[in-house]
C-alpha cells in the first residue's frame, strides 16, 4: 500500500521560504504515469492545488502563486520537496502532499499525506 | 481561487439520497474529467469519484458520479452517518496556462 509523509518546517517567519519534503514508501516514485504533487489548505477553508513534478523532473505550478514555488525530486531517497519563497501569513495553512495520476484532460489524486501544518508568523 | 462553485451545505437523514451540485465553466468541467475527494473531520482527502463516475476500489457504490456540459453532481444514496464530511468536486482547468482547480466544498449533514 503507498503511503505518503510530509515534514517539515511548522513555523516560517513571515519572507522566510517554507521547506516541506514527502517520504514515498510502498512504491517507487520513479512509476511511470504517475506525478506528485502539493495541495494546501488553510484552516477552515478549501484545498488549492499548488503544484506538481513527475520522476523525471518536469514541473508544473498554480500560475496564482507567481513563481514562488519550487518542487524537485530525489529519486535516490523516493521523495520530493517543496520550497515556497516570500511566504505571508496567507500562506498559513494544511499542506498535503499526493500522488496525482492521468493526464491532459484527467487527472485525479489517488493517495494522500496525513498533511502537516505551517504558521507563517514572527 | 476556487472556480469550481458548490453549495456550502447538504443535509439528510439516514437512508435518504442527497446530491451535490458543481457549477464550473467551459475551460473546466466543460472540456475536462470531474473527480470528487470526501475529507471526513480531521483527516486528508480521499479520492471518491475519477473520470466523472468511476469509483475507485473500496468506494461504495451508493457514491455515484455524472456530469452534464459545464456541470457535475454527486450523489449518496442510503445516507449513512458515516458519511458525515466535506466534499469537493475538483478539474483541470484549461485558462491561463493550465491549472487543477477545486471546488468550494460542501458539508454534508446527516441529521
Redesign the interface.
Known sequence: QLQLQESGSGLVTPSQTLSLTCAVSGGSISSGGYSWSWIRQPPGKGLEWIGYIYHIGSTYYNPSLKGRVTISVDRSKNQFSLKMSSVTAADTALYYCARSYGSGSNYYFDYWGQGTLVTVSS | ??VLTQPPSASGTPGQRVTISCSGTSSNIG???V?W?QQLPG?????LI??NNQR?SGVPDRFSGSKSGTSASLAISGLRSEDEADY?C?A?DDS??????????TKVTVL
Open positions: 481561487q476556487s472540456s475536462n474529467y473527480s475527494y483527516t486528508a482527502p480521499k479520492l475519477y473520470s475507485p469537493y475538483a483541470w491561463l496556462s493550465g491549472f487543477y482547480v477545486f471546488g468550494t466544498g
